[in-house]
């Protein structure tokens, strides 16, 4: 699942440091394998097969000291599948979580369980489904916690895989900026003198 072409892995530092890390899976033309499908396919393929775009967010992880230093590291990393629904305009984000963690997900953006607890392949405790309509909340959610917003720029910077020479498009940008630093201190220096 990790290295599926609609699936995103991101690591949040702090300090040079990873403090937390979130899998993003997206339902995309020709690529619908959600982690979550493996539970819940009864309730997802049905609007797979209507042609719904679902962000399926999973393996968050936050380092604990981290997170207690620093208490809004679970919404820095939760903001990513946010900016994913956007960027893809999809309709529907799921949280695939344990009972004890649905008010969160409920206070946080309006999640409402689907499906009840069940047993999850590697996971020792069963786990919900929630889905959230992204179209019905985004509006009220950007009023209530604006920090969710975003721009189109840095969507594509953090899911645009448009790749030159085969680089990443954001890094294919960075070496082009450090190449046209490198080629301008270059001529610099030719102008000047060795």
């Known amino acids: 699942m990790?290295?599926?072409?609609?699936?995103?892995?991101?690591?949040?530092?702090?300090?040079?440091?990873?403090?937390?890390?979130?899998?993003?899976?997206?339902?995309?033309?020709?690529?619908?394998?959600?982690?979550?499908?493996?539970?819940?396919?009864?309730?997802?393929?049905?609007?797979?097969?209507?042609?719904?775009?679902?962000?399926?967010?999973?393996?968050?992880?936050?380092?604990?000291?981290?997170?207690?230093?620093?208490?809004?590291?679970?919404?820095?990393?939760?903001?990513?599948?946010?900016?994913?629904?956007?960027?893809?305009?999809?309709?529907?984000?799921?949280?695939?979580?344990?009972?004890?963690?649905?008010?969160f997900y409920e206070r946080l953006w309006g999640h409402q369980v689907v499906c009840p607890p069940r047993p999850y392949p590697s996971l020792e405790k069963p786990i919900s489904l929630m889905t959230l309509e992204y179209n019905a909340v985004r509006d009220e959610v950007h009023k209530r916690l604006p920090f969710f917003r975003s721009t189109d720029w840095e969507r594509r910077q953090l899911f645009g895989r448009k790749s030159v020479d085969g680089l990443p498009h954001a890094l294919a940008e960075a070496q082009a900026h450090q190449i046209a630093v490198c080629g301008a201190r270059h001529r610099e220096k030719s102008i000047l003198g060795p």
């Open 2 to 103: 990790d290295d599926a072409k609609n699936t995103w892995i991101f690591g949040v530092y702090i300090d040079g440091e990873l403090a937390s890390s979130i899998r993003l899976s997206v339902t995309t033309a020709g690529c619908t394998d959600l982690p979550a499908l493996q539970v819940f396919s009864d309730i997802l393929a049905p609007e797979i097969k209507r042609g719904k775009v679902i962000v399926d967010p999973t393996r968050f992880v936050a380092d604990r000291l981290s997170s207690r230093r620093y208490v809004e590291l679970p919404y820095v990393t939760l903001r990513l599948p946010w900016l994913a629904m956007e960027y893809f305009n999809a309709e529907l984000m799921l949280a695939a979580v344990r009972a004890e963690h649905q008010a």
